[in-house]
């Protein structure tokens, strides 16, 4: 069993910037792909970013390509969500999750672990 939190959210202004972190327990930490979703009200979650078990490949969707950096700190059991330029869009809940493969995909079947979330505004 693998226990998820994130933290890190909070108001931020547009073109401001925010890290999310995901703090995950067990020992088994660095064999789980990872990834970031979000879910904005009234609306579906959606895929945000991943990375593999290694930390040796991202990816991400195009909406945030090029403005959040996903990475991971296996010693630390730690993934972090760097996210730069923010937009009012980004405002959602954002979930951190783990797949017990190593590359867990961009989709929620690929996961088996969730945190509970944490909350990202972006006011204008």
């Known amino acids: 069993q693998v226990q998820l939190v994130e933290s890190g959210g909070g108001l931020v202004q547009v073109g401001g910037s925010l890290r999310l972190s995901c703090a995950a327990s067990?020992?088994?930490?660095?064999?789980?792909?990872m990834g970031w979703f979000r879910q904005a009200p009234g609306k579906q979650r959606e895929f945000v970013a991943g990375?593999?078990?290694?930390?040796?490949?991202?990816y991400y969707a195009d909406s945030v390509k090029g403005r959040f950096t996903i990475s991971r700190d296996n010693a630390k059991n730690t993934v972090y969500l760097q996210m730069h330029s923010l937009k009012p869009e980004d405002t959602a809940v954002y979930y951190c999750?783990?797949?017990?493969?190593?590359?867990?995909?961009?989709?929620?079947?690929?996961?088996?672990?969730w945190g509970q979330g944490t909350q990202v505004t972006v006011s204008s």
């Open positions: 990375i593999t078990w290694s930390g040796d490949s991202t």
């Open positions: 999750a783990a797949g017990k493969v190593p590359l867990a995909g961009i989709w929620h079947h690929g996961y088996d672990y």
């Open positions: 067990g020992r088994t930490f660095s064999t789980y792909g």
